[in-house]
């Protein structure tokens, strides 16, 4: 394990977990790396890097809210007002000096405060003029996410900041624009900003919300009773005013004739990453892991090495950590893990799994079967869905994943947890099946 430190960011730490012996011939390599980021609340002087951070506020950041006003949020009425009650909730959790902007979603976008194309910065007045423009949110008009996105990229671009970040609150379905429209929206943000997407109700698309989540490298989630709206935004507020460093990327080198077969986040959540790699160089690329406070997340690393003979051993793969800089430069943050393949004849060695893949591993299945389960349901194949369902059951209760249970429990009636028996419910609320699709890739981390 190795650390790094310094004034503008946190003191990153990573770590290898694997079973390194394969049996003679054997090809597949797996380890479970956890990126630990802590102390990042220590700032030097504001002269080191002035347009990062201050010492009084911590790092410089921008945050852009994008209120859904189209024409469904006035069924209920209260939806409407839970919406302005919880994004003045935000508004007051803003950090003193952090640039913002509220934004108004229907088939286009607009700014509601500050206007002009620019953002506002945080203080007792500027709170209270946006809590005073948000009276003016009213109801109407259509639904075309990508819009807002793309204005909140234009604003959030204004502002020489550490971060930036978006909030983004939906209740109905993207019906106003082509699904290629909002793909090549968010395949502009990605990089741009981080954004968590919240569905309202029960009426939204659960896979638009979670992708746009995915894409931009935030958290999804339901908020079914809205008047929960201003607890959630308060805390998604607070976590977004506690990252500290952006745009970190999971650096993997390989050495000739190493493949990389997959990278993954695994937990908080599940998160394929795989596909966005961005090459860096001979043999070594760069997946994207966002923004970073004072946290610690868990990823999975397969690779497939040449075969080799019992006695060799070799280095399967690097991890190091990166932030780009100008120029196209990039830091590395000194925090390196070392992913290592040892040849044996030791059976009992070479076929034991480590506890932490093993545990990533039946998370990873548990999250995949939950979807599939719910597919097959809405497709009406209710065995298919029985089967899958029943697995998702048995991974959830094997790994103590008792949130997961709990939510599986309103969908399924649980016969036997340890073999996966399981019942459909007849019937089955619409927020409870929506809040399990949501919260599917939601893991448990390896109890110690």
């Known amino acids: 394990m190795a650390n790094f430190s310094k004034s503008n960011v946190p003191q990153f730490s990573v770590d290898v977990y694997q079973n390194e012996y394969l049996p003679e011939g054997g090809r597949e390599v797996n380890a479970i790396v956890t990126v630990t980021a802590t102390g990042g609340g220590t700032v030097g002087s504001a002269a080191a890097a002035p347009h990062l ?13 994008m209120v859904d006003c189209s024409g469904s949020m006035d069924y209920p009425p209260t939806k409407m007002r839970n919406a302005r009650d919880a994004t003045a909730a935000a508004v007051d959790t803003l950090r003193d000096g952090v640039h913002f902007s509220v934004i ?8 509601v405060y500050p206007g002009g194309g620019r953002l506002a910065v945080a203080d007792a007045t500027t709170r209270a003029q946006a809590k005073q423009a948000l009276r003016r949110l009213s109801a109407g008009g259509g639904t075309a996410i990508g819009t807002w996105l793309r204005l909140a990229d234009r604003l959030l671009s204004t502002a020489d900041v550490a971060i930036r970040h978006g909030i983004l609150l939906t209740d109905g379905r993207n019906e106003h624009e082509s699904p290629q429209d909002l793909k090549a929206a968010l395949d502009d943000c990605a990089g741009r900003f981080t954004c968590d997407a919240r569905g309202v109700g029960t009426d939204w698309e659960v896979k638009e919300v979670t992708g746009i989540a995915s894409a931009l490298l935030g ?30 990327a999971l650096r993997l080198w390989t050495p000739v004739g190493t493949v990389v077969k ?44 040449p075969a080799a003979n019992v006695g060799q051993e070799m280095l399967a793969a690097r991890v190091s950590l990166v932030i780009p800089e100008a120029a196209g430069s990039v830091r590395n943050l000194g925090a390196q893990g070392l992913v290592k393949a040892v040849w044996t004849d030791d059976m009992a060695a070479s076929t034991s799994i480590n506890p932490q ?24 194949d209710m065995d298919g869905a029985t089967a899958k369902l029943g697995r998702a059951v048995q991974l959830a209760s094997v790994s103590g994943n008792a949130d997961t249970a709990k939510l599986l429990a309103k969908v399924v009636d649980v016969v036997d947890a340890t073999t996966g028996t399981v019942r459909l419910k007849a019937k089955v609320a619409d927020a409870d099946e929506m809040t399990l699709e949501t919260r599917s890739t939601k893991t448990v981390r390896v109890k110690k």
Not at 104 to 111: C, F, S
Not at 224 to 241: I, R, S, Y
Not at 286 to 296: M, R
Not at 357 to 380: F, N, S
């Open 262 to 305: 997959f990278v993954k986040q695994v937990a908080p959540t599940v998160e394929e990453l795989t596909g966005r790699r961005a090459e860096a160089g001979p043999r070594a690329g760069d997946y994207p892991t966002g923004s970073w406070g004072d946290e610690s997340r868990d990823y999975h690393v397969c690779v497939e090495v």
């Open 104 to 111: 108004d979603g229907t088939h286009v976008a607009r700014e």
């Open 53 to 65: 951070y201050s010492p009084s506020q911590g790092p410089s950041a921008a945050v852009a809210i």
């Open 219 to 248: 958290t999804a989630d339901i908020v079914a009773d809205p008047a929960g709206l201003a607890a959630d935004f308060t805390q998604m507020m607070e976590a977004a005013m506690g990252k500290e460093v952006a745009d970190v």
């Open 357 to 380: 893949v093993a545990h990533y591993t039946g998370q990873a299945e548990l999250a995949q079967v939950i979807q599939q389960g719910l597919d097959l349901r809405k497709a009406g």
